[in-house]
């Protein structure tokens, strides 16, 4: 199976920066794609950016000129730098792994546990 990980969240003011990490980790499958996606209460999860391994990119309009995604794909690993953090960023932070099976070509998606990102005064 494939295990991913989540880290970066925490406390910001608005207009500061945070930068959010994913690694996955899996030797049986291709990664698709990576991604990251959000939920805040009462709210329904949205994705916010995603990353293929071919590298096209995906950013929601209200993110768009803020947020920065990349990926090392040897490492399987992306990140997620956040300028500028508006208090509608508010919202547990989700990555999700896009992978398919080398053996079997079924694609599956893997998420992380969550990581909680305020912003606030």
């Known amino acids: 199976q494939v295990q991913v990980v989540e880290s970066g969240g925490g406390l910001v003011q608005p207009g500061g920066s945070l930068r959010l990490s994913c690694a996955a980790s899996g030797s049986i499958f291709s990664y698709l794609s990576m991604g990251w996606y959000r939920q805040a209460p009462g709210k329904q999860r949205e994705l916010v950016a995603q990353?293929?391994?071919?590298?096209?990119?995906y950013y929601a309009d209200s993110v768009k000129g803020r947020f920065t995604i990349s990926r090392d794909n040897a490492e399987n690993t992306m990140y997620m730098q956040m300028n500028n953090m508006k208090p509608e960023d508010t919202a547990v932070y989700y990555c999700r792994s896009r992978v398919v099976d080398t053996n079997t070509r079924v694609p599956y998606d893997y998420w992380g546990q969550g990581t909680q990102v305020t912003v606030s005064s």
């Open positions: 990353i293929t391994s071919g590298g096209i990119i």
